[in-house]
């Protein structure tokens, strides 16, 4: 808790007590190294977590929880790209696919995509997971396509689905749509791209 000398991970399973850490960690920052509730920044995965987090931090610190941000990590991004629309492509007026969405956007341009040369209908959410996972790892479509070519030239599958990935990219961006890992990667590069933004 008195740990404060940059970057601290903690790797904890369910029900070890993340919840009450992070709270007396940002406790113990307030009230004894005086930090200034505005620079503290409190992500969580799901609403329900960060609702959590607020409430038991109310009963900590009082009122200076409003002045923090806490929010999940998709509420997060989300604000960062509309404040900022003017620095990235998609403007501040994006609409955000979900889960659900994000399977109708792809299954509605299957073919505008190119999927249907690589996979069956059937297979659409295997290959969401596979997009997802690159966009949450920031993996760049022509890149990937270079080393799967290195790694694995006679599987054209592969070769095929980085095209459909960098297809679907650009699709979302002409219809000015995002979705959830997409969100976290425009995020990303919004703030790594732009010194006066990150401050």
């Known amino acids: 808790m008195k740990y404060n000398r940059g970057p601290l991970l903690i790797i904890a399973g369910p029900g070890t007590g993340k919840t009450r850490v992070l709270i007396e960690k940002v406790a113990y920052l307030i009230k004894r190294e005086k930090a200034d509730p505005e620079n503290i920044l409190l992500i969580t995965f799901t609403e329900k977590a960060a609702q ?5 931090l109310t009963k900590c610190i009082g009122l200076d929880v409003e002045r923090m941000q806490t929010s999940t990590i998709h509420s997060f991004c989300n604000r960062i790209l509309r404040e900022y629309g003017e620095y990235h492509d998609l403007g501040a007026n994006f609409d955000i696919l979900d889960e659900d969405s994000q399977l109708i956007f792809i299954r509605s341009h299957f073919y505008r995509i190119g999927l249907n040369r690589y996979i069956k209908m059937k297979e659409v959410p295997e290959v969401i997971s596979f997009f997802n996972e690159c966009s949450e790892n920031l993996v760049d479509p022509d890149e990937l396509k270079e080393t799967l070519k290195r790694e694995h030239p ?19 961006k002409r219809e000015g749509k995002v979705d959830f890992p997409n969100l976290q990667r ?4 919004l703030l790594e791209s732009n010194e006066n933004i990150r401050e």
């Open 52 to 56: 959590e987090l607020k409430n038991r």
């Open 154 to 172: 006679r599987n054209k599958r592969y070769h095929g689905l980085c095209d459909c990935y960098k297809e679907y990219l650009n699709l979302l």
């Open 186 to 189: 425009l995020a990303v590069k």
